[in-house]
């Protein structure tokens, strides 16, 4: 039996993971021998569709399906090929591999597009090997800070140099910023990495808006000391100080019911057993449907950890190294979108994203939406992330409608 397109999708997926850095579990870093190796294939999937494929300044694959005239505005997709570490094989890379796959059967049927239709990699969404996020997307859309290029990864190299061992020419980066005019949308599939279209019993969704984020990096500094001579009334333990933070963060965000905070690594130094950690470095990542309770949760955070320092004879510093806020996806391209679920015999169910998207930066660009996936029990950032292969069809089949029918948009209403 023919396999469906869906499962087509689902099993170049699932290929892809096998470029890591470690054996047995998905750990694929922005400008890796392993993100270099996921663009090779990448590039190869493209091609087969009838896609001129390149890798741009920035490490992005950039693949290109022209329209019916040369050189028309083009829509733009795609999702991001880096990964968490231990991650699972469909964050971001389903993205990729669904709409690549629709084009290979519009270019199959000799079908040509009233607009182009541009696929792209994104190389750095995690934002896990440096302290960047969404660097790509922001290259597209025209933000990207080029003072980005001076950060380091924990090896010490910047991300210049590595852009330079990566074959590319940051230098060139500005250029890859596109047009307004050249483009009419983005628009991201995605898995939900949520329960909402589980518990609804639904294979697709329509994104409403996405969450705005912030990271920081925290540094409390005690004084190491001898563990077995130092009494506990004369300690400034910082890994003590730390944990009291750590829970104090948690409490503040259990207090509001959008509000969601991690700390998602520590380190205490010297990490000895027998020394009282003298330094102890976390990372921070708050979010929050709405600007404002984030702001103020930031600001708490702030208080309530300098006050924890200040009684146990520490000092805290917190060095914001990310900060994006909460994006709406367009409502005339969600209608487009709605448009083909319903057309493809699925209710419409419309949910937001507390996960952070490529979408984010690209809204700085053009007006986007994002088609959510179910993925099993809203497991995500776990390499227990599954999906079926059916849904993968579902969300193939309204992707297709909507280049087909979708597009182009309906001239704004009146009112
Ligand atoms: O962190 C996020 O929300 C995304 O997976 N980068
Ligand atoms: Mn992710
Ligand atoms: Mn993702």
Redesign the pocket.
């Known amino acids: 039996m023919t396999p469906t397109l869906g499962a087509r999708i689902k099993a170049e997926v699932e290929d892809w993971a096998r470029f890591s850095t470690e054996e047995g579990r998905l750990t694929r870093l922005f400008l890796s021998p392993e993100h270099a190796q996921v663009a090779e294939a990448v590039m190869a999937a493209m091609t087969a569709a009838g896609m001129r494929a390149r890798i741009d300044a920035i490490g992005n694959v950039v693949g290109r399906y022209e329209g019916e005239t040369p050189g028309a505005p083009a829509l733009l997709t795609g999702s991001h090929v880096d990964t ?1 570490r231990d991650a699972g094989p469909y ?1 971001g890379n389903l993205g990729v591999a669904l709409p690549i796959a629709c084009i290979g059967e519009l270019n199959g049927r000799g079908k040509r597009l009233p607009f182009a239709v541009e696929v792209i990699a994104f190389g750095d ?3 896990v090997r440096f302290p960047t ?1 969404l660097s790509g997307s922001r290259a597209v859309a025209g933000t990207f800070d080029p003072a980005a290029l001076a950060v380091r990864d924990v090896d010490g190299t910047t991300l210049e140099d590595s852009l330079r061992a990566f074959g590319c020419q940051p230098g060139n980066i500005p250029a890859e910023a596109r047009r307004p005019t050249d483009v009419i949308g983005f628009i991201e599939v995605h898995i939900e ?1 949520g329960p909402v279209l589980e518990r609804e019993g639904l294979p697709v969704g329509i994104v409403t808006a996405i969450s705005g ?1 912030s990271r920081f990096r925290v540094s409390v500094q005690g004084m190491a000391g001898h563990a077995g001579t130092v009494p506990m009334a004369a300690r400034q333990d910082a890994l003590a100080g730390a944990a009291e933070m750590v829970l104090a963060i948690e409490r503040r965000a259990k207090g509001h019911e959008a509000l969601v905070a991690t700390v998602g690594r520590i380190a205490a130094d010297p990490g000895a057993v027998n020394v009282i950690p003298g330094r102890v470095d976390f990372t921070l ?1 708050i979010r929050a449907p709405a600007d404002a309770v984030r702001r103020q949760a930031i600001a708490d955070v702030q208080t309530e950890v300098h006050a924890i320092a200040q009684r146990r004879g520490l000092t805290v510093t917190l060095e914001e190294f990310h900060s994006q806020d909460a994006v709406v996806c367009d409502p005339r391209l969600m209608q487009a979108l709605e448009a083909s679920v319903a057309r493809c015999g699925h209710r419409v169910c419309r949910l937001p994203s507390g ?3 490529d979408a984010m930066a690209v809204a700085a660009l053009c007006p986007m939406a994002m088609l959510f996936l179910r993925c099993g029990g809203g497991i995500s ?1 776990n390499p227990a992330e599954s999906i079926t292969a059916d849904d993968v069809d579902a969300a193939a089949r309204v992707f297709l409608d909507f280049l087909e029918a979708g597009l182009p948009l309906p001239a704004p209403s009146k009112d």
């Open positions: 968490v964050d969404e995690e934002g996020v990495q984020a990542d996960a952070g998207h950032h």
